[in-house]
């Protein structure tokens, strides 16, 4: 069995939009040229602002968005290979909002127990022993079982998400921004509870996030992306301990802290996020850093492979 689980390259996804009245259509590069490797059993977190290509690069890794091109390989496959169902039973996602994501019409156990009947599970007398179990493991009571998603907390209906996420023991999930719905109280118990299906289960996550403490505590590794592009990418103690890039260092100092004193921190990156329809030229981060020299604005950086890690900017090429 290979050791790496998910494989992308050169990985591009162009949708064409109105520009406006009489101008036409104009591409935009939701993701642009990504190369990307998770190993198995880690956890890749990727982080950026809003629009920066994340969610479109996980629906690229579910089979939900075509890519425009590049390629990509699961567990040693050509993703476009894979039949829908091969591709189900290998990745699985947790969506952001349990209380959208879950069939309020649906009793719990018949939600768990919906990638079995769909994905055509061997002996269905074994399908509710199969709920129980994972439900059980995922912290739920098996009184639960025949409850409705009206009738849970969030962390309660998170789980069931989760479960029914895990129920066919899936080689990588996909976990998107998991616990931003959540009470502040009950994200900590479902971080906690991902560690340890990680563990139990040899799982693979990818966590979209824009919770760096989130981030600082679930990820073995992140990948940080600006408009479509992967800009660093370093394990999580390495990035966080000493950023490269500096965008990845402006995301760094934005995190508010307890101490009043130190009032709202200013990164310096102004209210305006580029136009993706429009970037810049060069570097497209270039008009908000804060050491951007001249080569900057000419030419787009490569990425540049490090002792512990990869960063595309100027200053370390």
Known sequence: MSDTVLEARNLTCTFMISAGAFRGRRPLHAVNGVDLTVARGEVLALVGESGC???????????????????????GQP???????????FVQPIFQDPYSSLNPRKTIGEI????????????????????????????????????????????????????????????????????????VSVQSQILNLLQDLRRDLNLTYIVISHNLAVVEHIATRVAVMYLGRIVEEADTETLFARPRHPYTAALLESVLTPDPSLGIPNTQLGATFPNPVDPPSGCAFHPRCRRATAVCAERAPRPVSLTDGTVACHLYD
């Open 53 to 75: 290509g994340k969610t479109t690069l996980a629906k690229i890794f579910l089979g939900l968005q075509e890519p425009s091109g590049g390629t990509v390989r699961l567990n």
């Open 112 to 183: 768990i127990a919906l990638p079995l009947r769909v994905q055509g599970a061997p002996n269905p007398a074994s399908w509710r022993s199969q709920v129980e179990d994972i439900m059980a493991l995922v912290g739920l009571r098996p009184q639960l079982h025949d409850s409705y998603p009206n009738q849970l907390s969030g962390g309660q209906r998170q789980r069931v998400a989760i479960a029914r996420a895990l129920i066919n023991k899936p080689g990588l999930v996909i976990c998107d921004e998991p616990t931003s719905a959540l009470d």
């Open 79 to 89: 993703l476009s290979a894979l039949a829908r169902l091969d591709r189900a039973r």
